[in-house]
């Protein structure tokens, strides 16, 4: 029996996905160094895995669905692990707001048949939420706290807030493109 070759690109990004896993077990018992080692193998993947699967000739709606749905369970596990360490530095109801705003996007995109493909908005959202986890998670593991909680807690609720506006803007264009 022949296997099919090896997709690298999906490779990265399901790896990608299970060390959300890794890194919640890391927050609860704060090994942050673990957590910081694999919060810069997802975001290397991340950085990568598009690159690779275009020069590889591998790039595939699957693959990008796939891309999605490994940088949505690491952050979210990353934001919960953050939150339920110390939720004055990260509110629980970030991940809360992102599991609703990956859910209502999958979804739109599994009934419209697309590639999944975000608004800027939601792209931009994407990337911070990789931003809060690395920024918090990197001070933890290195006690460097050159950012002020205080300023982290603020700029996490406006994530929370540009989410939001970000899922009601697919909403309304998709009741736009109804009528």
Not at 56 to 80: C, K, M, N, P, Y
Not at 168 to 175: M, T, W
Request: hydrophobic share 50%.
């Amino acid at each position: 029996m022949r296997y099919p070759p090896l997709n690298i690109p999906n490779a990265l990004s399901v790896v990608r996905g299970l060390c959300g896993l890794f890194f919640l077990w890391a927050a609860f018992t704060e090994h942050w160094f673990a957590a910081f080692v694999v919060t810069v193998y997802a975001v290397v993947s991340d950085l990568i895995d598009g690159p690779i699967a275009r020069r590889l000739e591998q790039a595939t709606s699957l693959g990008t669905r796939i891309d999605h749905t490994a940088d949505f369970v690491f952050v979210f596990l990353g934001l919960v692990g953050l939150a339920l360490h110390d939720g004055s530095v990260v509110p629980v109801v970030l991940p809360l707001v992102q599991l609703c705003a990956f859910l209502e996007y999958a979804y739109t995109g599994a009934q419209t048949n697309t590639s999944l493909l975000p608004s800027h908005l939601g792209r931009y959202n994407g990337i911070l939420y990789f931003v809060v986890v690395t920024t918090v998670t990197t001070q933890y593991a290195f006690q460097l706290y050159w950012i002020p909680t205080e300023l982290i807690f603020g700029f996490c609720w406006l994530l929370v807030a540009s989410t939001i506006l970000s899922m009601a803007i697919r909403i309304a264009s998709r009741i736009r493109k109804k009528h």
